[in-house]
């Protein structure tokens, strides 16, 4: 898979892209990760992709034509099957929606920033608007992240253990029931016995149901799904 980045802050992924399970994957080779800075396709010195919004307010937009260019270089190089842009009210990131691109060969992402972009960029050249929750960030940076970890950690041999994936929350829809681990007695707080038992058919039994009680008190909402 190929996932290119357009933003204003290319320096604000080092450090996301360079540790753990996202670094593993691009060592591996089972994802490029590219970033693009936007002022590389200003028109001018001064490098600006910003200006005035129409009509007066507060903030500033991010212009058509730094993007456009940016976009249709990328384009000619690269088949996109599909353009994102990141934005407060677009369609929200879940685990279906992760699990669906995740099976694409080549994504691009815009980062929005300052009030948002010019319409028409969106209205013309964008395939798909997400977002990652019903919050206002100050720039698409931190959710392109978030998108491209819950993307990548999902392509087959990225993760060590394949089911491990799997057995996350929202996969089924149901939540992950409780994990423990050494010591079985921290000053008193035991870890359930069924666990200790060497059963594995009864611990899977109790695990499901674990799940299932999490899911009823916590999203009863997925369990109608
Ligand atoms: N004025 C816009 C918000 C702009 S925030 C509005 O009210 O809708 C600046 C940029 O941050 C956006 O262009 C978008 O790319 C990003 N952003 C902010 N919140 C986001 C969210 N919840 N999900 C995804 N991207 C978000």
């Known amino acids: 898979m190929q996932i290119d980045i357009i933003t204003l ?14 670094k593993r994957a691009q060592t ?22 910003d200006d005035y919004p129409y009509g007066g ?8 034509e730094p993007v456009v260019r940016c976009l249709e270089e990328l384009r000619s190089k690269t088949t996109y099957d599909e353009v994102i842009y990141l934005s407060p009210d677009g369609e929200m990131l879940n685990q279906p929606l992760a699990n669906q691109l995740s099976t694409r060969q080549n994504l691009l992402i815009l980062c929005g920033h300052y009030k948002g972009i010019d319409e028409r960029i969106r209205t013309h050249f964008i395939t798909r608007e997400v977002s990652i929750g019903d919050y206002v960030l100050s720039g698409g940076e931190m959710a392109a992240v978030v998108l491209t ?3 990548v950690r999902l392509i087959p041999g990225v993760l060590n253990d394949e089911t491990s994936a799997l057995s996350d929350s929202y ?12 010591p079985a007695d921290f000053r ?23 799940s299932v009680e999490r899911t009823k008190q916590r999203r009863p909402g997925l369990l109608s799904k």
Do not use: C
Not at 9 to 22: D, K, N, R, V
Not at 28 to 49: A, E, Q
Not at 171 to 180: A, C, E, F, R, T
């Open 9 to 22: 802050f290319p320096e604000m992924f080092e450090g996301a892209f360079s540790y753990s399970i996202l």
């Open 28 to 49: 591996k080779g089972h994802v490029v990760i590219r970033l693009h800075n936007l002022r590389d396709w200003s028109f001018n010195k001064h490098k600006t992709v």
């Open 57 to 64: 307010g507060a903030g500033m937009v991010m212009m058509v």
């Open 149 to 151: 970890d819950t993307i």
């Open 171 to 182: 996969q089924d829809n149901l939540l992950s029931p409780p994990v423990y681990t050494r």
């Open 188 to 210: 008193g707080l035991k870890v359930p016995d069924i666990l200790l038992s060497g059963n594995d058919k009864e611990i899977a039994k109790w695990r499901y149901e674990q």
